[in-house]
């Protein structure tokens, strides 16, 4: 299970080190693309896998669905680790998570995030305001 937060810097090649927690989960090579709220997403390859089948059962001809799979098909990348458990994030992912050096990796069960640290500290500072009242929304969808 992917779980936990991490900092990290990324070198002045552009690439982050992926903390060895994650390693074994996500393998030597798995799919780096952008995400939600303004990060990126790293996906299992089995993972990757399952999401690109339900992606194709996406109506084409409904807009929102055909931005969605170009947005996330297009920023998407096979990154593979290097002997020092690094991947190299290419520019137009950093630049898209406003990522110049100091990283954040967040595990979320299937999936890692990585943030750039301010954007991170952010989101948090917010979710955090709103943690309770959304715990109570998702009892409604089953939680």
Known sequence: MLIGEFAHALDDKGRLTI?????????LRFVLTVGL???LSCYPTPEWDRLAERLKGLPMTN???RAFVRMLMSG????????QGRILVAPRLRQA???VTDAVLV???????VW???RW????????ETFETTAEKLVDLGL
Do not use: H, M, S, W
Request: charged letters at 35%; a negative charge.
């Open 97 to 99: 998570a406003g990522i």
């Open 63 to 65: 807009r929102d669905a």
């Open 19 to 27: 903390p060895a927690k994650f390693r074994e989960e996500l393998g």
């Open 76 to 83: 998407a990348t096979e990154v593979e680790l290097d002997r």
């Open 121 to 128: 500290r952010a989101y948090q500072a917010g979710a955090q």
């Open 37 to 39: 709220d303004g990060c």
């Open 107 to 113: 595990g979320l069960n299937t999936r890692v995030e």
């Open 116 to 118: 750039a640290e301010d």
